[in-house]
């Protein structure tokens, strides 16, 4: 069997030798053969029919029978195409790829069709018309099978790589104008390389003719790259101006022929950022009364930064090292910018917090209501009396409460008592953080005290005067009162005498008084009466 190029069917052109003729004779033998798939590749053909003919030296077909169903083997070769290319027009991105779509235009069989792909490269990886072939082809199914077919590389067409658009971007602090400078703006190509760029044309050769070269002169040298908006709201592009590309190495990325300027307005390609101007600040902190927070109120003066003779308005929050009493480092916490005056944007400006300052925790001022017990007359002001914080404390915090206090006088009766000193104990809360004054009054009852007069009985012996008892015992005396007992029994002649005791109306006042009366036992005396012996003369 011949090979064949694929043609989609099984179709094969075969060729017979006969064996077993009888002596010389020859005949001729015609027949057809199927490959067994009509798939390009090695396939077997097997005869379908056969048909002998007369031939030589006597051969008759009909003294011969010969059967179908030989086989052999033979090649489908696959069947060459030819195609078109035509290329996309790209932007510059540095390399030669192009994107091709293939056609075929010759070579399918019948109506099948199959899938082409490949790849193709530009002469030239340059802006500008340039030739793109292809590299490599690739076939996939389609109503056909790829296999059955083969397709050759090397199809040409001519696309345009056109300019890419530069990335202009610009950073600056805010300064209260539009102006930039080179080194606030920057100019990127493909993959991020920095173009150099000039805010400000300058003369240039520019072409050569009859002999000479000619320059090309810009109208005007000013820098005229400028923002679109010189607040940090607003400012989002830049205004290109004189902005031209400069330098750059022939050919490569950094090639200003590759590129175009973008357009003066926001877009991906030209952008703007104004960066809020960093302030400093003073801060003052306000003395307080303890109130259990270390919350600070806090005054801000900006220091510096400001442009011109913008204001801006300053508020913010501050803490306290510690909440407790006493002189506190208080650093602020938050500040917050607003809108001053003269053009003063707060969305310009950026402050920090961090700012300290030093102020006094006042103690809080506690009130207090005193009770005084009573007691017995002990000749002394002083007094007993038990505190009660009535306001001033901060949320649920206490405190102990001790102190002294005296009365208005020492004597029994209903008196009034004033707190002469107050003490604060760590209670939940701490005393330091709290100050209470004393003066609170209170009224209690002196009671009299009790007094006990014990008279003695003194016996004495007649002696022809007068006599008086005394020595009687004082029990319950308090302090240096002075207790002046009269009424001590008194006499001359002998006999008993009983007291009839008394201190007077002052005692009286500051004590329960009792009284035991002694006496006094005057003993008659010894008189011994004695004769005496007289001589005398008769008369």
């Not at 003066?301 to 407790?324: K, P």
């Not at 009299?448 to 007068?466: D, E």
């Amino acid at each position: 069997v011949a090979d064949k190029t694929y043609d989609s069917t099984t179709t094969a052109t075969p060729t017979f030798t006969i064996s077993g003729l009888i002596g010389s004779q020859t005949l001729t033998v015609t027949g057809t053969a199927t490959f067994g798939s009509s798939n390009a590749g090695v396939q077997t053909a097997t005869a379908q029919t056969v048909s002998l003919a007369n031939g030589t030296k006597g051969g008759l077909a009909s003294n011969y029978s010969l059967s179908a169903g030989q086989t052999d083997t033979a090649t489908i070769s696959q069947k060459a195409l030819t195609a078109s290319m035509v290329v996309a027009d790209k932007t510059y991105d540095s390399t030669t790829t192009a994107t091709p779509t293939f056609t075929i235009t010759n070579g399918l069989v019948g109506s099948e069709n199959l899938v082409v792909t490949g790849t193709a490269t530009f002469s030239s990886a340059n802006a500008g018309s340039r030739t793109a072939t292809s590299q490599t082809v690739s076939l996939a199914n389609g109503t056909g099978l790829a296999s059955n077919y083969s397709l050759s590389a090397g199809q040409t067409d001519t696309a345009t790589i056109n300019k890419a658009t530069a990335i202009v971007s610009a950073t600056k602090t805010y300064d209260g104008t539009t102006a930039l400078t080179s080194s606030q703006v920057t100019v990127t190509g493909v993959a991020g390389v920095s173009l150099d760029f000039a805010l400000s044309r300058t003369a240039s050769l520019g072409y050569y003719s009859g002999g000479k070269w000619y320059w090309n002169i810009s109208s005007g040298f000013a820098n005229t790259t400028v923002l679109n908006n010189a607040n940090v709201v607003g400012a989002t592009y830049v205004s290109l101006g004189n902005l031209t590309l400069i330098g750059g190495n022939s050919g490569t990325t950094t090639d200003p022929n590759n590129y175009v300027l973008p357009a003066s307005n926001a877009s991906a390609y030209n952008a703007a950022q104004v960066i809020p101007k960093a302030l400093t600040a003073t801060v003052a902190a306000a003395d307080k009364t303890y109130d259990g927070t270390t919350t600070a109120a806090v005054t801000f003066t900006v220091a510096g930064g400001l442009v011109d003779s913008q204001t801006l308005v300053v508020t913010g929050t501050a803490t306290f090292d510690s909440a407790n009493a006493g002189s506190r480092t208080a650093t602020s916490q938050t500040v917050s910018l607003a809108n001053g005056t003269n053009g003063g944007l707060a969305s310009n400006y950026s402050l920090s917090a961090g700012q300290t300052d030093t102020a006094t925790i006042n103690k809080a001022t506690l009130t207090a209501s005193m009770t005084v017990a009573g007691k017995t007359y002990d000749a002394t002001t002083t007094a007993t009396p038990t505190f009660t914080i009535s306001s001033g404390l901060v949320n649920s915090q206490t405190l102990v409460v001790t102190g002294t206090a005296t009365f208005g006088s020492s004597n029994a009766g209903t008196q009034t008592a004033t707190a002469q000193t107050v003490s604060l104990a760590n209670g939940t809360g701490l005393a330091s953080n709290y100050s209470l004054s004393t003066g609170q009054t209170a009224t209690a009852t002196i009671a009299k005290a009790t007094l006990t007069v014990t008279g003695v009985t003194t016996n004495v012996t007649y002696n022809a005067s007068s006599q008086t008892n005394s020595a009687a015992t004082v029990t319950g005396k308090q302090g240096s009162d002075s207790i002046i007992i009269t009424g001590y029994a008194s006499g001359s002649n002998a006999g008993t005498y009983n007291d009839n005791l008394t201190t007077g109306s002052s005692a009286a006042s500051n004590y329960n008084i009792s009284y035991t009366n002694g006496s006094l036992v005057i003993a008659k005396a010894p008189l011994t009466i004695t004769g005496a012996t007289t001589n005398v003369t008769y008369n």
